[in-house]
């Protein structure tokens, strides 16, 4: 039986399409459907359940060697407040998982990880804690919820008992909405400018989200659900574990994965750290972005051609609803685009010309360094020289 987050009863009761997922029931939409949460969320904001994904609390005084040992990325870097993207690395650097570690005080963390991965990732650490840290998997007792895109911070400023974190990515702080004391983070995984994750106790997360829910409606800020959750992840590149990662890939395939591993000159010994630096020198094949150049369908396991050759296939790929931009800012005009990410050979340069199969239609493509890009506070789609798109 899949388990409930404490959302599922609001879910149910205002229109969401409920389906497992990781072995949880969460809304794939709502009544507007995908494309329409999509572009709420670049225009104004969007509300995310995301109480399925795996918490750890590591504290004690083996909290830092703990997590300097197992994770790639320098935890002793994080002063109290800061937050950074890290991964769990085999000493064969394959990923357990990529994750996310939260610095909410001295000698204590909060390392959030897959939902698909939490039983894993959890007995991974557990039996490598050399060093006493305290740990425990709160995922049941604190919730999880993301408020994202450009009304974000005035949404949230409004509700907040005390001032919203600091400006600028990874910065976070204890707070109260409502009564409920929680912790707010500038964080998220949609790639949006203004973004920031909670955590409430779970028996109150109901009362924080309709707080959310019912301030964001006047903004035009929308519940969101696992549908538009990917598209908006793929326009922003992110890497999905299960699709980028797995368990038998090189975690250096993955461009991004740089962000969250540290091999700097002053970064002492960690789980897997010689196969990731050998890894970084180079690898046969990588992960790149592939934008159609003409309109069409790309899912996931397509064919990528060069040259008419197959030379890999795609990772994560959909068509993702854009918003045409006036005066730096969404219009009212939009369109949807094939995107995807893909394992492909290792040489390739932005601008590459390639070929997409999908059910034996051939559509043009081309390697790309970015679907979008900050503009302001808004995420702004990059449009691709070659047809309607």
């Given amino acids: 039986m899949s388990s409930k987050t404490p959302l599922y009863d609001w879910h149910a009761a205002h229109g969401g399409k409920l389906v497992e997922f990781a072995g949880w029931q969460l809304p794939v939409s709502y009544a507007d459907g995908v494309i329409a949460e999509h572009l709420a969320t670049r225009k104004h904001g969007g509300l995310f359940d995301i109480s399925h994904m795996g918490r750890f609390a590591v504290s004690g005084p083996g909290a830092l060697p703990f997590l300097e040992d197992l994770l790639t990325n320098r935890a002793s870097k994080l002063a109290p407040g800061r937050a950074q993207y890290t991964l769990i690395s085999d000493p064969d650097g394959r990923p357990i998982d990529d994750a996310y570690l939260y610095c ?3 000698e204590r963390y909060l390392l959030v990880v897959n939902a698909a991965n939490r039983e894993a990732a959890w007995a991974w650490l557990s039996e490598r804690n050399q060093h006493g840290a305290e740990l425990a998997d709160i995922s049941p007792r604190l919730a999880m919820l993301a408020v994202q895109g450009p009304d974000s911070e005035d949404l949230l400023g409004g509700l907040l008992d005390d001032p919203l974190p600091p400006q600028g990515r990874n910065h976070g702080g204890f707070n109260r909405l409502g009564g409920v004391d929680l912790y ?25 989200w309709q707080a959310l829910a019912q301030a964001g409606a006047a903004r035009g800020v929308v519940p ?16 999905l574990y299960g699709h980028e990662y797995g368990r038998e890939r090189p975690i250096m ?35 790149y972005l592939v934008a159609a150049l003409s309109k069409g369908m790309m899912r996931e396991g397509s064919p990528v051609l060069k040259d008419g050759e197959e030379i890999g296939a795609l990772t ?6 854009a918003w ?17 990410l ?5 040489g390739l340069e932005p601008g590459d010309q390639v070929e997409i199969v999908y059910r034996k239609r051939v559509l043009p493509g081309r390697v790309v360094k970015a679907f979008a890009r900050p503009s302001g506070r808004y995420l702004q789609p990059i449009e691709f020289e070659g047809g309607e798109m």
Avoid: I, N
Wanted: zero cysteines; proline letters at 11%.
């Fill in 224 to 239: 969101v659900g696992l549908g538009a959750r990917d598209t908006l992840r793929l326009e922003a590149a992110l890497p």
């Fill in 316 to 321: 994560s790929a959909t068509t993702v609803p």
């Fill in 324 to 340: 045409r931009f006036a005066d730096e800012a969404p219009g009212e005009d939009s369109y949807v685009r094939p995107l995807g």
């Fill in 184 to 208: 707010v983070s500038r964080t998220g995984y949609t790639g949006e400018p203004v973004s920031f994750e909670l955590f409430p106790p779970w028996e109150q997360a109901a009362e924080v």
């Fill in 253 to 287: 395939e993955m461009p991004t994965a740089r962000l969250g591993v540290d091999l700097g000159p002053e970064r002492e010994d960690f789980m897997g750290k010689q196969a990731l630096a050998a890894q970084a020198e180079g690898l046969p094949q990588r992960v």
């Fill in 104 to 106: 909410q005080g001295p």
């Fill in 342 to 346: 893909a394992r492909l050979p290792s």
